[in-house]
């Protein structure tokens, strides 16, 4: 089967980091584009952050970027993204997902709260 799984989450308090991680399996991970998507409560979801599939290209929505730092190792199947100075905007479920959403991962809950 097919999986994307996503942990790593938690509650911080603002200002603080985390580090998210994705393991793959179940299909050729290094043939794909990657992105983190999140989705806040009462929210749509929203494009946070994405990777080419050889790990040399990677993209932000503004918002975060400059905070945020995107990774892969296909190696290991294995993506990361770590989060610096976060605040309660960035409270909400973040998955991992391929590029066109063929697969889709389960989300880890980022709660930040002082």
């Known amino acids: 089967d097919v999986q994307l799984q996503a942990s790593g989450g938690g509650l911080v308090q603002p200002g603080g980091s985390l580090r998210l991680s994705c393991a793959a399996s179940?299909?050729?991970?290094?043939?794909?584009?990657m992105s983190w998507i999140r989705q806040a409560p009462g929210k749509g979801p929203e494009w946070v952050s994405g990777i080419d599939s050889g790990g040399d290209g990677t993209y932000y929505v503004n918002s975060v970027k400059g905070r945020f730092t995107i990774s892969r190792d296909n190696a290991k199947n294995t993506m990361e993204l770590r989060m610096n100075t976060l605040g309660p905007e960035d409270t909400a479920v973040y998955y991992c997902?391929?590029?066109?959403?063929?697969?889709w991962g389960q989300g880890t809950q980022v709660t930040v709260s002082s």
């Open positions: 997902a391929t590029v066109g959403f063929k697969y």
């Open positions: 179940g299909f050729i991970f290094g043939n794909y584009d």
